[in-house]
């Protein structure tokens, strides 16, 4: 057997791989009427004001980074019993935590 390390070519795609959440079909909800879209819309969305968006920012997502976190089983078992995405509410529980730090350590001394 040769000690020559042999790799498996690389597959190449022709086209982008469409993501799998996320992703709307642009160029058919233009083509919809506003009547259209609020007859598929969620009945949540009907009693929305009509300036609900204007005020609207577009916000990026911003990438995660992975890590080996230890927690205890207990804190962990619960989180998972929540349902999916249960490493992303762990995730906002902590930018919680850390947005209340951050706003006590702004505020003077002496304010309520």
């Known amino acids: ?9 690389v597959a190449r795609r022709e086209r982008p791989v469409k ?4 992703s709307a079909d642009l160029p058919r909800l233009r083509r919809m009427t506003e009547r259209e879209i609020a007859r598929s819309s969620p009945p949540e969305l ?9 005020s ?3 916000v990026h997502p911003v990438p995660k980074e ?10 962990l078992d619960w989180f998972k019993k929540q349902g999916p995405r249960y490493q992303s509410r ?3 529980v902590l930018r919680a935590y850390m ?5 006590t350590r702004r505020r003077p001394k002496g304010a309520a």
């Open 66 to 75: 992975p890590i080996s976190l230890r927690v205890d089983a207990d804190v």
């Open 56 to 58: 609207a920012a577009l």
């Open 19 to 22: 993501p799998s959440r996320g």
């Open 90 to 92: 762990m995730n906002a």
């Open 46 to 54: 009907a009693d929305l004001p009509a300036d609900f968006w204007n």
């Open 99 to 103: 947005s209340a730090a951050v706003a």
């Open 1 to 9: 057997m040769s000690a020559k390390r042999s790799r498996k070519p």
